[in-house]
C-alpha cells in the first residue's frame, strides 16, 4: 500500500515492505480524501493525440484519490513532482509515463483525465506535470500524481489503486499547529504571505512582472505587494529582505547586477506607494544562482525572473 506522511520539513523516513512513505512538500495540507474499496480507475499511459485521445490502463482495485495544497514554497512544479518521483523510484516503482503541459497535451490532456475539482485541486494549463508509475508484483499497484501551481500555492493530486483487501492509507495526523521542544513542527498551511513567513521564512512575490534585461518593475496593482505590506505595518518589528533572480541570459556578474537592481524597484514601490517602513526592507541579488525552472524555455525564464521575500528576523 501507499502511505502519504506529510510534514513540515522534509525528513527522509525509511521505505517499508510492503508500504512507500511518501513525504510531501512541508506546509501540505490534505484538501481531498475518497477511497473507493472495490473501484476503477482509467491511468492516462500517454500523451493526448487527436486520433487516440488520452491511451490510459484500465485499473481495478482499491482507489484511493487524495489531493493536497499548500503555500509560501519556492519550488516549482517540476522541482515538486521530481522530489517525489524519486521517492516511487527508491519504493521499488517504475515510471511507465510522464510528461509537461503542452507535451502531455494541454488543455485536451486536462480535461481527458480524471482530475479532482477546484478549488481542492488547481490545474495551471501552462504548468503541469504528470506521471504515472506502477510496482510489480501480484496483484499490480500503480500511482498517478498530477502536479501544479497557482501563483501562491502548489498543488498535487495522488490516485493509488491496490489490492482490494488493502488495508486504509493512514495519513499523519496533526492535533495542533504547536511544536513541542525538540520535535518536528506539524503541518501547517501557508496560503498567504504572513504565514509563510512565520512557518517557512521566505515567499516567491509571483506576480511580479519583469522584461528580459529590464530592472523595473511593471504597472499593475500587485496583490503579493499589498500583502506583504499589510504583514509588514502588523508586524513593525520584522525585517524582509527581498533578493532578486533572473533567467540565464547574459553573465553572471551582469544579472548579479540586475537582480539587485530589480529587488531594489520592488523595495521603492513597497515604499513609495504602499508606506512601508523603508527600515523593514533590503534588497539584494544572486542573479541566475536559484533557479525555480529550467532557462530553456520562455515560460521557464519567465518564472525565473522574480523577487522574493525572505524574512531575516531571528525574533
Known sequence: MLRVLVAVFAVILPLQAGATDVQLPEGA??????????GTYEMPIGAWHEDS???AMSLAG??????WRFG???MSSYQILLNLRSQLVEAGYEIVFECEDAACGGFDFRYGTEV????DMHVDLGDFRYLAAILPGDPTEAVSLLVSRSTSAGFVQMIHVGPADAAEIPVEPQASTKAEPGSALPAVIADDIGTAMERVGRFILADLVFATGSSELGPGDYTSLSELAAYLAANPEKRVALVGHTDAEGSLAGNISLSKRRAASVMDRLVNDFGVNAGQLEAEGIGYLAPIASN???DGRTRNRRVEAILVSTE
Not at 482499491?62 to 489531493?67: C, G, I, K, L, P
Not at 479532482?116 to 478549488?119: A, F, Q
Request: hydrophobic letters at 35%; proline letters at 7%; glycine letters at 10%.
Open 116 to 119: 479532482v475539482g477546484e478549488p
Open 62 to 67: 482499491r482507489v484511493v484519490r487524495q489531493a
Open 53 to 55: 485521445a488520452v491511451p
Open 29 to 38: 495540507a490534505l484538501t481531498r480524501d475518497r477511497v473507493e474499496l472495490e
Open 72 to 74: 509560501g514554497t519556492g
Open 296 to 298: 530553456q524555455s520562455d
